[in-house]
């Protein structure tokens, strides 16, 4: 017999406007039911082990728990979730790194609402599609030299505005280090100079800088 239950959706986006729009997208949908709406992290979760819905969208960019540390926590606790990612985020760092944490697929909100709605359709029926340009970037990803994690924070810092000194001193490491750091960061990046690192790593997704900062 044919399943004729709707798909039960959790929606989690930290801009209220924006979760209200895909809620409402959702829920007239004769084959789709919002099941819960969140907008950080650590609600989602909550709403997530109340609920188990059969597709959570999710968003990347949330306040104290991240899109990604909230997929990951999901997971880990029901391996079977499926989750797609819905974001402004299309650097290859950051698909990678949802893709790692569990998601399923991934969607920019750029795309037409039909794109979203026949993506729920396609996780729901066991697919793992991929839009070809997050495919694309998920190619191009895997081809490119990768920072380890103390690079990636040493970028952060760079992206904060912070000197050597400073950095050196945050992550209490000396000077020497730091050249060093920021030398092979500029290999791996393919860039010559510190402006065009931070340019770059912000581009693929590698760091964010918080607005007002």
Partial sequence: MTDTRPIRVL?????????????????????????????????????????????????????????????????????????VVLTIFQGDEDIYRALKAGAVSYLLKGAKSAELLNLVRAVHAGERPLPPNIAAAVATRETRSLLTEREVQVMEL??????????AKALQISEFTIRVHVSNVLKKLEVHDRTSAIRAALQRGIIHIEPGR
């Avoid at 979760?45 to 306040?63: G, K």
């Avoid at 760079?158 to 950095?167: D, H, M, S, T, V």
């Fill in 11 to 83: 929606c989690v986006d930290d801009h209220p406007m924006v979760l209200e729009g895909i809620s409402s997208m959702i829920q007239v949908q004769s084959d789709m039911q919002v099941v819960g709406a969140a907008t950080c992290g650590e609600h989602a979760i909550a709403l997530f082990r109340e609920h188990q819905p059969d597709i959570t969208i999710m968003d990347l960019q949330m306040p104290e728990m991240s899109g990604v540390e909230t997929i990951r926590t999901i997971r880990a606790e029901f391996p079977e979730a499926r989750i």
């Fill in 158 to 167: 760079l992206g904060q505005g912070k000197r050597n000194k400073e950095i």
